[in-house]
């Protein structure tokens, strides 16, 4: 199989799934970036950045040549590379970067795979410059996978035929992402992800608010970095919560499994953003919620996106509504109140990772895709 993987960020900034694909799968190119600078390994750049041609015409002439279709050089050179690897399927993670080589793998006969995972099914400035373009191609796309039964739902709405579509939520790594071998009982609550809109992590905090007021052995870590990471920790310091609330910022994967296994819940507080540029954002299925349950740890977070389809209420964690501060303050009170219920739904919650979300149903789902005719 020739395979192509594709990818808008270049090296470490990809995510976990992502970079599992990369580790997993026989491929033969990598495509990163968007229309005209693609980047591809092997080759380097598409248009060179300096000297040559990048000297005589600028970047931005470039972009504006490429739009307008009076040059087509990044296409010329990326054809080029794709026949030479062999490249009869591609995996492209993400919607829009799936619309920049729509036409591409078209003309070239590539069976072509779009990844969709959240924000590009689903963010109102997203759907607005890219739902035409999403009508246009995806129907004609050799098959669209989606990481939830909620996302099917929409890309249908955008075009998608319902038969080429593919629920594959990614997987976590069950044997790295394992239950500890021995943890002293605690009242430790854990947050891992983006300080962004639609993780919310003001509204952790205001749960965990009230969760600390009636147990003062409580404390929260929240891991991460992003735009509200400052605001949220001036949040801590306004609300007297300095001293109950750890920011340590972005870790190591090493250093967040080691948190997980040493954690007692784990806390996330999904929404979808009503206003600004984050409008309409959606999660599809956290990652970091599965590896915290691959870690045996019981979840409290919101009904959301893909969280209802990993989390069965009272099962493997206890899930509120969006927005509903007070639920989630009183579902984190309940299990740091409780060892056995967080024990038996640590294990409920391992057990469900184990049977329906590891890394190799996630990688055999993938081969297939890519691979079927």
């Known amino acids: 199989m020739g395979l192509a993987i594709a990818s808008p960020i270049i090296g470490a900034g990809e995510g976990t799934f992502i970079q599992s694909q990369f580790d997993r799968l026989p491929w033969k190119l990598r495509v990163h970036g968007a229309a005209p600078n693609f980047f591809t390994e092997p080759g380097g750049y598409l248009l060179p950045h300096k000297g040559g041609l990048g000297t005589r015409f600028p970047g931005i002439c470039l972009r504006a040549l ?3 279709r009076i040059l087509s050089a990044h296409r010329t050179v990326l054809k080029s590379r794709l026949r030479r690897a062999g490249i009869t399927s591609m995996l492209v993670n993400y919607g829009p970067m799936a619309m920049g080589l729509a036409e591409i793998c078209d003309s070239l006969g590539i069976r072509m795979c779009v990844h969709f995972h959240g924000y590009d099914a689903s963010n109102e ?10 009508r246009k191609h995806l129907p004609r796309v050799h098959s669209v996978l989606d990481v939830s039964r909620k996302m099917k739902d929409r890309l249908i709405e955008l075009g998608a035929p319902a038969e080429k579509i ?4 990614c997987g976590v790594d069950t044997r790295r992402f394992k239950l500890p071998e021995a943890k002293a009982p605690g009242k430790v609550c854990l947050s891992v992800g983006r300080f962004v809109d639609k993780k919310a992590p003001q509204l952790t905090l205001l749960a ?3 969760v600390a007021e009636l147990d003062p052995d409580a404390r929260l870590v929240m891991v991460g970095d992003g735009d509200l990471w400052q605001v949220t920790r001036s949040l801590a310091v306004a609300l007297g919560l300095e001293s109950k609330v750890e920011f340590p910022g972005d870790l190591s994967h090493e250093e967040v499994l080691r948190r997980m296994q040493s954690a007692d819940v784990f806390v996330q507080h999904s929404v979808v953003p009503r206003f600004g540029p984050s409008a309409g954002d959606s ?4 990652v970091a919620i599965m590896e915290a349950l691959a870690c045996g740890l019981p979840v409290v977070s919101t009904r959301h996106g893909g969280i209802p ?4 209420h009272g099962t493997q964690g206890l899930l509120v509504d969006e927005y509903d501060v007070a639920g989630m303050a009183q579902a984190m009170a309940e299990l740091l109140a409780s060892p056995e219920k967080r024990k038996a739904m640590g294990e409920a919650g391992r057990a469900r990772i184990e049977e329906a979300y590891s890394m190799e149903r996630y990688m055999a789902d993938l081969s297939q895709a890519v691979a079927e005719k």
Do not use: H, M, N, S
């Open 208 to 210: 965990f608010q009230r």
């Open 309 to 312: 389809e990993v989390i069965t």
């Open 283 to 286: 999660e599809g299925t956290p």
């Open 125 to 134: 400035a997203v759907l607005r410059r890219y739902a035409p373009e999403y």
């Open 166 to 169: 593919r629920v594959v939520p």
């Open 66 to 68: 490429e739009k307008a």
